[in-house]
């Protein structure tokens, strides 16, 4: 019996050190807010997003970030209220971002028009705690689904594969100065017969999360990009 009292006492000690470490390397606090300043491929503003974290906690040994996120359009833009929420994790040092965050604001929430609502479900994405050039990362998957409370009438498929780090690096945004590493991958989209695929690059840090993305399309030319571009409530 006190063996077993012993096991389990190490075990939610492992467990909530994990968290600690993980504490100690990121900067997320409930209230924080980040900004995000997305463009077009000629470099002009097409939208805002704002991210808030709502809360943090520790369970099972994860140090959870809780975020609420949503944007600003500019005035070519269509408005809409959708706000998303969705959670990073943290274990070990190892850091997960929820695949619901690279869903558009606008094809998430509810349809209020037309009655129709829209559900997203997917994977967290794995960032290793220790990374290296040339490393393979595992991949991804999320799918939105598209319909009435009993009927699902349409629904895509987003998938992102050959995740590989290219290297450490330093990247400077209107955020500030961030040690991080860049890294590629590509992207299939699926929505019934239509199928796009496409490339991106991303620059990640560590406790914090990816602060600059590119999109590329089949043939490598520029789509769109965004960038961290405010951090407030540190």
């Not at 190490?10 to 900067?27: G, H, K, L, R, V």
């Not at 606090?29 to 491929?41: D, F, P, S």
């Not at 349809?111 to 997917?122: D, P, Q, R, T």
């Not at 590509?186 to 019934?192: H, I, P, Q, R």
């Amino acid at each position: 019996m006190k063996k077993i009292i012993a096991s389990l006492l190490f075990i939610c000690f492992i467990s909530f050190t994990s968290a600690q470490n993980c504490e100690a390397i990121s900067p997320m606090k409930a209230g924080m807010k980040l900004e995000q300043t997305h463009y077009n491929k000629k470099g002009k503003v097409e939208f805002i997003q704002n991210h808030t974290i709502t809360s943090t906690e520790n369970e099972d040994g994860f140090f959870i970030m809780n975020l609420e996120s949503s944007k600003v359009f500019t005035k070519k833009s269509k408005n809409t209220d959708a706000v998303i929420s969705y959670a990073l994790k943290c274990k070990n040092g190892n850091f997960f971002i929820d695949m619901n965050s690279y869903i558009p604001q606008q094809q998430q929430g509810e349809n209020k028009n037309g009655g129709l609502k829209i559900e997203a479900s997917g994977d967290f994405l794995l960032f290793p705690s220790e990374l290296t050039e040339g490393q393979s990362l595992e991949n991804g998957e999320v799918t939105l689904k598209i319909g009435t409370s009993e009927v699902s009438i349409l629904s895509s498929t987003t998938k992102i594969f050959n995740r590989k780090v290219l290297e450490g690096t330093k990247l400077t945004t209107k955020a500030g100065s961030f040690d991080g590493y860049k890294m590629s991958f590509d992207y299939e989209f699926k929505l019934g017969f239509i199928k796009m695929k496409g490339s991106g690059i991303e620059w990640y840090v560590k406790g914090i999360g990816i602060i600059k993305s590119e999109s590329y399309n089949k043939k490598g030319k520029l789509l769109s990009w965004w960038e961290l571009t405010k951090i407030s409530g540190q």
